[in-house]
């Protein structure tokens, strides 16, 4: 058990550890440049030698790198952090080792949370609250990071995405259901210098007929049975109805045009659509809904993960006997795999709405929050205009390319592939026949779509209009055609 239990992260403790960790240069640029690349980056893989080697050399900064970073002893770290003794007994244990997770955050900030299993030795308790993982960052990069009034963290946790909003966002409300993720979410928030309003309480009811410009929710998403190992990711309903919950209720709580982000993960159920299963969450008319999947785990595959993120070995009597009630319960729902992705939604109060769902499995490098917001626009655009695209003029941009792949025959190369690469953002990709690469060709601003298609047809032949309106749609929501 990590002492103390349940921390007191006063405003004049946050005070404190914020100019010590200036003066030392515990920053996230600090500390790569204290310890290297090399070093760093081993870190960053859970091979803590290399940085420990490292950190000799740096001074007090040194010392904050073992004990934050490392979980080392030391014994001085008090004297150069400048506290009581009280404030001591909040981060550093009796035997001078880190009682909290204080580490820097990009490139301004530092986040407040649990120890995780390695630096604690052992399985987390049932109210940890998570530091900075892949799914907070995961869902920072997914996030419209537009100027808004009023913003909505549900769920908060120790307030990363609270801290990304507070770059766009005028006013910032956190909730979480755990008092202790509250605690050190505010101790988050009082280190960075943040106003941010705390709620307590379950899923929106801390909210209750309130509305926000932007809602932010990573939520207890793991899926299985109805239970409560742990509180940062089981919400204690069963299957997916966690994410079902949100996605069902968020509208409610977003102004006319607000936008809701979330991270969330559905069921593949034997003889049924994942596509139909997340779509029929959603309200009937008035919300524009975009699902990305980015990956699909197998049963067996998504248990040993979870089970390991807590610390449990999955070889352990322990987590042997969780395995065989998860698999089981899986085996009995017709559960052939997990779904994960993000979604967004826009509240447009109208009776046509935009619902979209497809995969992104493939690896990309920018972050999908770009995409997601102009994704909105383009949706606004084709709700506006669509009824009127032939005569609408459209340029493909500079970083959409075409590639063919011929295969040899008697008459020399035939073209047997063409499929348009988007180069930004997450790289969309589309398969096209030869009438539409050449109708694409030709769109260079000048002409309107249906002189185009009325050019095509001297080549080709009588070309179905409807039939090519609804490709010409899709390469626009993906930014692989636009308006000139």
């Known amino acids: 058990m990590i002492w103390p239990v349940q921390p007191d992260l006063s405003a004049d403790l946050c005070a404190r550890l914020r100019e010590a960790f200036l003066t030392v240069g515990y920053t996230a ?28 050399d740096a001074g007090d900064l040194g010392a904050l790198i073992r004990l ?35 580490r820097p955050y990009e490139d301004n900030w530092w986040v407040i949370a649990d120890l995780d299993s390695d630096l604690r030795g052992g399985a987390v308790p049932e109210d940890h609250v998570l530091g900075v993982g892949h799914a907070s960052i995961s869902l920072a990069r997914a996030t419209a990071r537009r100027p808004v009034g009023t913003l909505l963290d549900l769920g908060t946790g120790c307030g990363v995405q609270a801290l990304h909003a507070s770059t ?43 509305r926000f ?23 204690g309903l069963g299957g997916d109805d966690a994410s079902a919950l949100v996605i069902r209720q968020m509208p409610a709580f977003l102004n006319e045009g607000g936008v809701g982000q979330l991270l969330a993960s559905w069921l593949h ?17 008035g919300v524009d809904a975009w699902f990305v999947q980015r990956d699909v785990a197998d049963p067996a595959l998504y248990v040993g993960t979870w089970l390991r993120d ?13 395995a065989a009630a998860w698999l089981d319960w899986f085996a009995q729902n017709d559960v052939e795999g997990v ?29 999908l929050g770009p995409e997601a917001a102009a994704w909105l626009d383009r949706v606004a655009w084709l709700r506006a205009h669509g ?11 500079e970083t959409v390319l075409l590639e063919e792949v011929s295969q040899p025959g008697e008459d020399g190369w035939t073209s047997i592939v063409r499929r348009l690469h988007r180069t930004d953002g997450p790289g969309w990709q589309h398969e096209v026949d030869e009438p539409t690469a050449k109708l694409l060709a030709g769109c260079r601003g000048a002409l309107p779509l249906e002189d185009l298609l009325a050019l095509l047809e001297f080549a080709y032949g009588e070309i179905d209009v409807q039939a090519a309106l609804p490709v010409v749609r899709d390469l626009i929501r993906h930014g692989m055609l636009v308006p000139a």
């Open 213 to 235: 410009d932007q809602v932010v929710c990573n939520p207890p998403f793991v899926v299985g049975p109805p239970r409560v190992d742990y509180v940062y990711r089981d919400s």
């Open 269 to 285: 159920l034997k003889g049924q659509d994942w596509a139909e299963r997340v779509s029929g969450w959603l309200p009937r008319g």
């Open 29 to 56: 640029d600090g500390v790569v440049d204290a310890l290297g690349p090399q070093a760093h980056a081993a870190l960053g893989r859970n091979e803590p030698e290399a940085a420990r080697r490292a950190s000799r």
């Open 68 to 102: 934050f970073l490392l979980g080392d002893a030391e014994p001085e770290a008090a004297k150069i952090l400048g506290l009581d003794q009280d404030q001591t007994a909040q981060i550093i244990t009796r035997e001078n080792r880190p009682a909290l997770d204080i």
């Open 339 to 367: 779904g994960f992705g993000y979604v967004t939604l826009r509240r447009t109060d109208l009776e046509h709405s935009e619902v979209v769902c497809e995969d992104l499995r493939h690896a990309y490098d920018d972050p």
């Open 168 to 210: 766009h966002a005028r006013k910032i409300t956190a909730t979480d259901l755990s008092e202790r993720a509250l605690k050190l979410a505010e101790g988050t928030f009082r280190i960075n210098e943040l106003d941010v309003e705390l709620r307590q309480g379950e899923w929106f009811g801390p909210v209750r007929n309130r």
């Open 310 to 322: 807590a610390g449990v070995d999955p070889r352990s009597a322990e987590g042997r006997e969780k």
């Open 387 to 397: 009824g009127e695209l032939l005569s609408q003029t459209f340029v493909v941009p």
